[in-house]
């Protein structure tokens, strides 16, 4: 018997092949009738025999091509008519401008397998893509998302290519950047002052001179990047010095998963993230020995990998025989990375020894993302390219909220319906170069998902140069959110919750009610307003922004609080190693309140303890001293931990570090290892922390705790204290589809601001 059925899908299903998909399963099962794009998704009529019409139901959300995120399918009964063929109709104007742009995604397969077949007509060539990869949101000025409103509108397609875009049978049919090497974009090699230089082949030119030990940027796709051989330790120093970046790790981007089994260990969901179509930089721990240059990630015990994603970085690793390259963002520390040839000669120059170029512009930058796998989790460090535009989903419809976020790793987020869309990583809006990237951003996400925000969320913090681009905007309402309450709103929000939970938020750094520097916060928190319900103990930061980049300060003041005058009797390295003429005039300027804000940062007490065992007085890069603290645990079990009090402050508690740092203190007399304080450091938080969620519940009868801040990145902390609450019969929720720290901010923004004007 002919059955016809309406089949309504939404989500990403759009510019991602979905269309040819459906016409091949439907051809399959000799099923006839019709797919067009609409504003939520497609819709689809299928008419047939019952049976292949019910197999085509159950297959449709099965055997999805590769970049599709279907959110709902909806099927219904339709009356059968004289159709007898299959066809893709045209969309209606309008309709795809509501649909969801898909994120850069790595070279596919296929792809890859055609690159380097030298009987097909795309051998070797840098710009091969098609329906299941290639460039999308970098490549789009704005929707609906076709070739002229993409930085492929420059080149017309030769008759071979059209004939592949025009064909529902084929892989790239409706390929918006679609080209050959008849029609395409092309590589240049340039020199350092930006003269193209004359080669048979630049890639393979720019292979060898790698190979040779050279500084080369290459042009990837959300912007250069600055390669150098990562088996050459003189070149990874060159390259430190060039770019200015002391100690901060790199990233290194190997020729294979066989290669980055060389240097690292990984199971398989670290294997999953290395091949995902995302393409993130995995963090991962290292093998040693292995032949990366140790300079690459000094101090750390993890290395910062990921694999080729375009086919220019395939070609590269092909022609050069280096196992691993370090391929950090093209530009001087903290600045935003360089998308355009110009641009990266003027900025780069000095950098980079040549230029690996082409004519595809990006329109908008995107650095790489970073990820972790921990208790069997992805988590986010870095939520940038091959994540972004895909949207959060969220467990409730939101109204237009755009979310400026904070002021370091700044990300920027815009609500419609059950969907927040994080914008890519724009990092520390500390430079002029930082603000218009910001300003590139929001204009940008606003036009490509054609939302005109009613409500605007920004930090509360007075200086930050989000909140002050907030406050200069007019006819829109406005909404201050506090920055932990921002925290564990994105928790909540990321995980669909609703009501009033338990929320840890530990970080380094964000603005309180009371005017002083929160960090080490628990909150009972919903999503429009929060309770304080503990914190730690508020000690004076000897300097200001000086005690984040001088851990040595925190420990001084640390001391001088919990033992006073004594501090100089404590026979401990640290105390001998200090110089007591500086450390005393520190000590006149936090009693008189001189530039020594207070701060219950949870941050400040990670450099604290870090300084005072030796590990780093002083930093390059944020959270370094937190982070090698971590890295010094070693594998014992161990779970000595020092205590911390928990002193009732109204209807709350103060978290009072006192007998913490008593035994640390005596555990350095005896010259205990840094690694094992560490630990029993460790092991204190957590040990406290349960106590204060118990106390908590009591009080409260909330079982659901929130873990988020940027302390969180911490896998010892996040999984040692997961496993204890748990164990402890909470219900534990953490980060995984946006990042712990400020990355995230957005989001929780977002989500407090909504509910504060309903
Ligand atoms: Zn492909
Ligand atoms: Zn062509």
């Not at 097909?120 to 290639?134: A, K, L, V, W």
Request: overall charge negative.
């Amino acid at each position: 018997m002919e059955v016809r059925k309406g089949i309504e899908v939404s989500g990403i299903v759009q510019g991602v092949g979905f269309r040819p998909y459906v016409y091949r399963l439907a051809s399959e099962l000799n099923l006839a009738g019709t797919i067009a794009n609409t504003a939520a998704g497609v819709t689809i009529e299928v008419q047939g025999a019952n049976d292949a019409v019910a197999s085509f139901v159950t297959r449709l959300p099965q055997e999805l091509p590769p970049l599709a995120r279907v959110t709902a399918v909806a099927v219904r009964d339709l009356p059968s008519n004289g159709d007898r063929a299959f066809r893709i109709l045209p969309s209606r104007v309008g309709d795809e401008h509501r649909a969801l742009i898909s994120p850069d995604v790595a070279l596919c397969a296929d792809c890859l397998r055609e690159l380097f077949d030298p009987a097909d007509r795309r051998y070797r060539y840098p710009f091969i893509n098609c329906t299941n990869c290639g460039p999308r949101f970098t490549i789009v000025r704005e929707i609906p998302y076709d070739r002229a409103r993409t930085s492929m509108a420059s080149f017309r397609m030769c008759p071979a290519c059209q004939r592949e875009y025009d064909d529902p049978a084929d892989r790239r049919f409706h390929a918006q950047p679609n080209a050959c090497w008849e029609c395409g974009p092309r590589v240049e090699l340039w020199d350092g002052h930006g003269i193209c230089i004359e080669a048979a082949d630049p890639t393979r030119a720019a292979a060898e001179s790698l190979k040779a030990g050279a500084v080369v940027a290459v042009k990837g796709l959300g912007g250069f990047h600055l390669a150098a051989d990562a088996t050459n330790p003189a070149t990874v120093d060159c390259l430190r010095e060039r770019k200015r970046r002391v100690g901060k790790p790199f990233a290194i981007m190997a020729r294979d998963l066989a290669c980055a089994e060389q240097f690292c260990y990984f199971d398989d969901i670290g294997r999953a993230l290395l091949l995902s179509p995302e393409r993130p930089i995995v963090l991962l721990p290292k093998r040693q020995p292995n032949s990366v240059a140790e300079s690459v990630a000094p101090g750390i015990r993890e290395l910062g990998v990921f694999l080729p994603y375009t086919p220019l970085h395939h070609l590269l690793f092909a022609d050069g025989d280096f196992p691993a390259l370090v391929m950090t963002s093209g530009n001087l520390s903290e600045e935003p990375i360089a998308i355009d040839n110009r641009e990266a000669i003027a900025r780069l120059a000095g950098l980079a020894d040549f230029f690996l170029v082409h004519n595809r512009d990006i329109l908008l930058r995107c650095d790489d993302s970073v990820v972790r796998a921990s208790g069997g989790r992805v988590r986010q460090l870095r939520r940038s390219r091959g994540y972004v535009p895909v949207p959060v989903f969220l467990g409730e419809e939101l109204p237009p909220v755009l979310a400026v976020g904070g002021e370091l790793k700044n990300t920027i987020c815009l609500t419609k319906g059950r969907h927040a869309f994080l914008s890519q990583h724009i990092g520390d809006l500390e430079n002029l170069e930082s603000y218009r990237f910001f300003e590139e951003a929001v204009h940008h996400l606003k036009s490509i998902l054609l939302i005109e925000p009613k409500l605007l969320a920004y930090d509360a913090h007075p200086d930050y140069f989000s909140t002050r681009w907030a406050l200069a905007q007019s006819g829109v309402e406005r909404v201050d959110v506090q920055h932990h309450h921002a925290h564990v709103a994105s928790c909540m929000a990321e995980n669909h919750l609703e009501g009033k939970v338990i929320g840890f938020a530990l970080d380094g750094t964000g603005y309180g009610t009371d005017g002083h520097v929160w960090g080490g916060e628990v909150l009972v928190a919903a999503y429009r307003d929060f309770e304080r319900a503990a914190h730690f103990s508020y000690v004076p930061m000897p300097g200001g922004a000086a005690a984040i980049h001088e851990p040595w300060r925190m420990a001084v003041s640390y001391l001088s609080r919990h033992f006073g005058e004594s501090l100089w009797d404590l026979r401990i390295p640290f105390v001998e190693r200090l110089d007591r003429t500086r450390a005393e005039v520190l000590l006149r300027m936090t009693k008189r309140g001189v530039n020594s804000p207070l701060t219950s940062s949870c941050g400040r007490l990670f450099d604290a303890v870090a300084a005072l065992v030796g590990i780093r007085e002083r930093v390059t890069y944020e959270a370094q001293a937190a982070i090698e603290l971590e890295m010094a645990i070693g594998n014992s079990r161990d779970d000595t931990g020092y205590p911390l009090a928990l002193v009732p402050d109204g209807e709350g508690w103060l978290i009072d570090t006192r007998p913490m740092f008593e035994a640390l203190v005596d555990d350095l007399r005896r010259g205990l290892s840094a690694g094992v304080i560490s630990q029993s450091f460790h092991n204190g938080l957590v040990e406290g922390f349960a106590r204060l969620a118990a106390l908590l519940r009591e009080r409260t009868e909330l079982i659901r705790v929130c873990l988020s801040g940027g302390t969180f990145q911490n896998v010892y902390l996040l999984e040692h204290l997961r496993a204890r609450l748990e164990a402890e019969r909470f219900e534990v929720f953490t980060h995984s589809e946006v990042p712990a720290g400020d990355g995230g901010l957005s989001l929780g923004q977002a989500l407090v601001a909504a509910h504060r004007m309903r």
